[in-house]
C-alpha cells in the first residue's frame, strides 16, 4: 500500500526551502506566495549575489516582517554550487529535519514540493526529473536534445538508474545528509548537480525521482554559461574514470567549524587539511622569515562560501603572531641583497605611473628597509613600520636618518604623523591576522586621492592550480590567499577603488630557487638534494607566474 503525504505530518517536521538569485526580481513575490501557499509551515532560505536588479533590496524588505524568510547576501557572483553548498550547510547547523531546493525562475512549480516531501517519508533523496515516464519540459530543439543526451550520458556512465541529474528540484532527509562527506567542494557551477548525485549515491542514501513539468523561465535571462557544458562533460568523465579505478578514493572536504575573518559568515569548508611532513616548527620564528624553507608543513586551508576568502581558520592562527614576527632574524636573506634590491627597483617601476609626485610614503613592513633605500633616491620622504628588530635594527645601521617604528602595525600607526600620500605594503597582507582590518587601517592613513599598492598571491590562477597542496606558498606562515576580486571587495568596503591589477616579478638565484624546490619536496628527500645545491649557479632570473600580483588602489 503506497503511503499518502499528509500535510500535517509535513507540519511536524522543520523544512527548509531554499533558492539562489541573481536578478530576479520579477519572479520572488511570486515564488514565495507559491511556496508559503503549498508549505505554509516551512522556512525559505535564500542566497542573493549582489543582483543589480535589487532582488536582494526586495527580499529585505520582505523579511523586515516576514520571519519565515531568512536572507543571505553574497557581495558577487560566486557560483550556483556554493550557494547550494551554503543551505546544505545552514540545513545542517539549523537543525532542520527536511530540505528542498529549487530554481528562483519560477521553472519548477512549487506545488510539487508536496510531492517531494510525501516522496522523503520513504528516501533520503528526492529529485524532480524532467525526463521519466510522465515528466515533461518546455525546452525544445538544440536545448533539449542536449540536456536529455547529457542525462542520458550520465546514466550511463555513472551506473545510477536516474532519467535525471542537472535539475536543482530537490529534496533532502538533513540527517543522512549530515553524514555525507561534501567532497565535490571545488565544483561550484552547474554541474554541481550531476556531480553532487554520484556522492551522494556513494555514501549510500537512497535516491527516488518524481515526474515534473519543468517550466521556461517567467522572468529575466538565462544564466548557465557555455562553458559550463564543456565543464559538465569533463565532470561527467572525470567521475566515470574515477568509478573503474580500483581502490579510488575521492579528496575528502568538511565543513569548518569557524568564523570567516572578513564577512564573519559560518560558511567554511576545507581545501586542503593540514598535513606535518617530519617534525613541526610552527612556533619557531624561523618559520615566518622572509627567506623561509619551511614549505613541508602545510596548514589547514579553508574557503568561506559567503564571500570567497581563502583563510586558514581564525582558531588555528598563532597566538603569538606578534612575537614571532619580532623574533625574526634572516641571515640568509643578507646573502640576496642584490636579487632584493632587483625586486624592489623592478616594483617601483611597475607602480610610478600611478604614483603622484614625491611627497610621504609609508611601507608597512619594510624589513631591511630596501624598497624604502629606492624610494628616497626618487625624493619621497619615507617611513617605515618592521615588527622584527633584527631587520629594523639592519636598515637603521645602513641608514641612520631613515625613519623606523619598531612594532606591529596595529601598534605602530597610533604614533604616525598621517595623512601619507603613499603606502606600500609588499608581501605582507597574507601574514596578518585580519587582512580588512588591515586595508582599514592603512585607507585611515592614507591621504584623499593617495595610493595603496601592494603585492600578495592569487590562488586563483593557473600556477597554484596546477600545483593543489604543493603550490610553494603554501606555508604555515601565509593566513591568507587572495583572488583578486576579494581583494577588490575589501578594498571599496573601505574607500579605495582599485585601479590596477598587474604581475608581480621577483628576482631569484637559481641556487635559492633549487632551494626552495628542495624543501618543497617530502622531508626526507632535503637531505640528499640539498648537498648537490652547491653545484647550482648563482645566476639571477626574473620569477613572473602569476602567482603573485601588484595591486594598486586610490583612496576616492
Not at 543589480?52 to 519565515?68: F, H, M, N, V, Y
Not at 609588499?426 to 582599514?440: G, L, N, R, Y
Request: charged share 20%.
Amino acid at each position: 500500500m503506497t503511503s499518502q503525504y499528509s500535510p500535517i505530518a509535513e507540519q511536524s517536521k522543520k523544512t527548509l526551502v531554499f533558492f539562489a538569485t541573481y536578478n530576479e526580481l520579477g519572479n520572488i513575490k511570486s515564488l514565495l506566495e507559491g511556496i508559503w501557499r503549498h508549505c505554509p509551515t516551512a522556512d525559505v532560505l535564500v542566497v542573493d549575489d549582489h543582483s543589480p536588479d535589487g532582488t536582494g533590496k526586495l527580499l529585505d524588505e520582505i523579511a523586515s516582517t516576514e520571519g519565515r524568510l531568512k536572507i543571505i547576501h553574497r557581495p558577487r557572483k560566486l557560483g550556483l554550487g556554493s550557494a547550494h553548498f551554503i543551505a546544505m550547510f545552514y540545513a545542517i547547523e539549523q537543525a532542520y529535519d527536511l530540505l528542498v531546493t529549487m530554481d528562483a525562475d519560477l521553472s519548477h512549480d512549487p506545488a510539487d514540493i508536496s510531492r517531494i516531501l510525501e516522496k522523503l517519508e520513504q528516501n533520503d533523496f528526492v529529485i524532480g526529473s524532467r525526463y521519466m515516464p510522465g515528466g515533461s519540459c518546455d525546452y525544445s530543439g538544440y536545448r533539449k536534445q542536449l540536456s536529455l543526451a547529457a542525462n542520458a550520458a550520465a546514466r550511463i556512465l555513472t551506473g545510477i538508474s536516474l532519467h535525471e541529474f542537472t535539475t536543482s528540484f530537490r529534496g533532502f532527509k538533513v540527517e543522512p545528509l549530515s553524514k555525507v562527506k561534501f567532497n565535490w567542494v571545488g565544483n561550484f557551477g552547474y554541474s554541481f548537480f550531476l556531480e553532487s548525485i554520484v556522492r551522494l549515491h556513494a555514501a549510500g542514501l537512497t535516491i527516488q525521482e518524481i515526474p515534473i513539468h519543468f517550466y521556461n523561465r517567467h522572468s529575466g535571462n538565462s544564466k548557465i554559461p557555455t562553458f559550463e557544458i564543456f565543464r559538465g562533460a569533463y565532470k561527467l568523465s572525470a567521475l566515470t574514470f574515477s568509478r573503474y579505478i580500483s581502490g579510488h578514493q575521492s579528496k575528502q572536504s568538511q565543513f569548518v567549524a569557524d568564523a570567516c575573518t572578513h564577512c564573519g559568515g559560518h560558511y567554511l569548508y576545507e581545501i586542503y587539511p593540514p598535513s606535518v611532513d617530519g617534525v613541526s616548527d610552527s612556533l619557531d620564528s624561523n618559520v615566518y622569515k622572509c627567506s623561509s624553507m619551511a614549505h613541508a608543513n602545510k596548514p589547514q586551508v579553508a574557503k568561506c562560501l559567503q564571500c570567497g576568502l581563502v583563510q586558514v581558520p581564525k582558531t588555528k592562527h598563532p597566538k603569538d603572531l606578534d612575537v614571532l614576527y619580532g623574533n625574526v632574524v634572516d641571515s640568509q636573506y643578507l646573502e640576496n641583497l642584490q636579487v632584493k634590491e632587483k625586486t624592489f627597483g623592478f616594483a617601483f617601476e611597475k607602480l610610478a605611473p600611478y604614483l603622484p609626485k614625491p611627497g610621504t610614503l609609508l611601507e608597512i613592513g619594510s624589513y631591511c628597509g630596501l624598497f624604502l633605500k629606492h624610494a628616497k633616491q626618487f625624493g619621497w620622504k619615507c617611513t617605515g613600520i618592521e615588527p622584527s628588530q633584527w631587520a629594523a635594527q639592519y636598515c637603521l645601521a645602513q641608514d641612520p636618518q631613515v625613519t623606523i617604528l619598531n612594532a606591529p602595525f596595529q601598534i605602530a600607526k597610533e604614533s604616525l604623523k598621517s595623512p601619507f600620500d603613499v603606502i606600500v605594503s609588499w608581501d605582507v597582507i597574507e601574514h596578518v591576522d585580519d587582512p580588512s582590518a588591515f586595508i582599514q587601517d592603512a585607507a585611515s592613513l592614507l591621504k584623499q586621492d593617495g595610493i595603496f599598492a601592494f603585492s600578495t598571491m592569487d590562488i586563483h590562477s593557473w600556477f597554484p592550480k596546477l600545483m593543489g597542496r604543493r603550490w610553494p606558498w603554501m606555508m604555515e606562515m601565509h593566513l591568507y590567499y587572495f583572488t583578486p576580486e576579494v581583494l577588490e571587495d575589501m578594498l571599496k568596503e573601505h574607500g579605495l577603488t582599485l585601479i590596477h591589477v598587474d604581475k608581480y616579478r621577483h628576482y631569484a638565484s637559481l641556487k635559492y630557487l633549487y632551494k626552495k624546490l628542495v624543501y618543497a619536496l617530502p622531508h626526507f628527500c632535503h637531505r640528499p638534494f640539498s648537498s648537490l645545491d652547491k653545484l647550482i649557479p648563482e645566476t639571477i632570473i626574473p620569477v613572473t607566474l602569476g602567482d603573485i600580483k601588484l595591486f594598486v588602489a586610490k583612496k576616492i
